[in-house]
């Protein structure tokens, strides 16, 4: 569907349920949207399999249940699992509501495919068991990312790193601002060899959980309505403000999520040759982190071929057209599968270099989705 279709189709779907007094989030994504363009598996044979999601309350994890619902995953028995604070809370699945249980040693026994999100902390306790119970663990937390013996997976980018899952049972899903971006430079990366890339984020507050958007939007009421504000989730106000750090400092200067752009992306790309610096900043903003990239490549690259590429390249949509004020807002990506690509220029201040400005929807290809596009290789493939 065209991408301005399907604004349009989200757009009227969010008013009747802002009417109704829905979030229009919730209803922008009950429009389905397409799947990426190379990652559609078709699920052959209708196998079925028995799903947990770890973590199912939180930002992530209820974006998992829409998304299997969604794609139709095959799923045999659904076990949403989280902490004993949510534990008794129903999710609804396909129609059916759906107990959430707590977390616990024995919560695998049966589980072909664990999807989890519950922090890294509790992925460190909770993965390998799950593994050593069984189940194949897809893990969103930063945990086991940069594991030598875990692989790190993008399914538009390095979907034949998943045969490595063998060794602990284990696939991570790699942080949501690597993924958005990797969907995007891969592509040229493979025509023109990106030499460099400098990057500076402006990253949802979703990206943080449920109660950072929560803080988002009773951080605006309350400001508006001239009462006192105290962060929480965030070091600062993050209504009306922005945010120069996302997660701790580490000595060099970078934050930790900073360095996980770098170290991740050399990993996804498989190439160690590339050059990465990142600023991360947190923005006011609910859902799909945005991105201005700058990339020096070996061989000359015109905006044009780029457009030629990314227009081609699976999961990306470009969206470029300056002269009608066409380019990717993180409004608009919300909701979507899509990468969103727009702003694509060619940097005048060096010979190979291009400017890009890239949007996605940080829950859905940055997490759940990504997520769920592995189970579905995992399951065509290799179960
Ligand atoms: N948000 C994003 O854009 C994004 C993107 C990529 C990766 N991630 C990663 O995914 C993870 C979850 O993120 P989120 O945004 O979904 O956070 P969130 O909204 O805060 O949700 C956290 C989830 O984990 C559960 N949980 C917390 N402590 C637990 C415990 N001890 N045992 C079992 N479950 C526990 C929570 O359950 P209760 O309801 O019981 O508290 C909740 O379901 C994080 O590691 C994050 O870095 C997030």
Same mark, same amino acid.
Request: charge should be positive.
């Given at each position: 569907m065209a991408v301005a279709k399907k604004k349009a189709e989200i757009k009227k779907v969010e008013k009747k349920a802002v009417k109704k007094g829905e979030p229009a989030k919730k209803a922008a994504t009950k429009v389905k949207a397409p799947a990426t363009k190379a990652v #559609?598996? #078709?699920?052959?044979? /209708? /196998?079925l399999f028995n799903v947990a999601v770890v973590g199912a309350t939180g930002a992530v994890g209820t974006e998992m249940l829409r998304i299997l619902e969604e794609r139709d995953f095959p799923v045999k028995e659904l076990k949403l699992l989280a902490s004993g604070r949510s534990a008794g809370t129903k999710l609804e699945f396909r129609g059916k509501k759906i107990k959430v249980e707590e977390l616990k040693k024995d919560s695998f026994k049966g589980i072909d495919v664990a999807l989890f999100s519950p922090g890294a902390s509790v992925s460190a306790i909770y993965a390998p068991i799950a593994a050593k119970a069984g189940a194949v663990v897809i893990d969103n937390t930063s945990q086991f990312r940069m594991d030598k013996d875990v692989p790190l997976v993008v399914p538009e980018v390095n979907p034949h790193a998943i045969a490595q899952y063998k060794k602990k049972g284990i696939i991570a899903n790699p942080n949501c601002s690597t993924i958005q971006m990797v969907v995007a430079l891969k592509p040229i990366h493979d025509v023109a060899k990106i030499k460099r890339v400098v990057v500076s984020t402006y990253q949802a507050t979703s990206g943080a959980g449920r109660e950072a958007m929560e803080e988002l939007a009773t951080q605006t009421a309350d400001l508006l309505s001239g009462r006192h504000i105290e962060p929480s989730i965030f070091p600062y106000q993050i209504a009306f403000n922005l945010i120069p750090q996302i997660d701790v400092f580490l000595d060099n200067g970078y934050t930790k999520e900073e360095m996980k752009m770098i170290n991740e992306t050399k990993k996804i790309m498989e190439d160690d040759s590339i050059k990465v610096t990142a600023t991360t900043v947190r923005v006011p903003v609910f859902f799909s982190h945005s991105e201005s990239v700058n990339i020096e490549t070996a061989k000359k690259i015109t905006a044009d071929e780029v457009r030629k590429i990314l227009k081609k390249a699976p999961g990306v949509e470009v969206l470029d057209d300056p002269s009608n004020k066409a380019y990717p807002m993180p409004f608009d990506a919300a909701g979507c599968d899509e990468t969103f690509v727009g702003r694509i220029r060619e940097d005048e201040s060096i010979k190979n270099g291009i400017n890009m400005w890239i949007v996605a929807d940080n829950i859905r290809k940055g997490a759940a989705l990504n997520a769920v596009q592995i189970a579905e290789i995992l399951i065509e493939k290799y179960l």
């Open positions: #559609k598996t #078709k699920v052959a044979e /209708r /196998r």
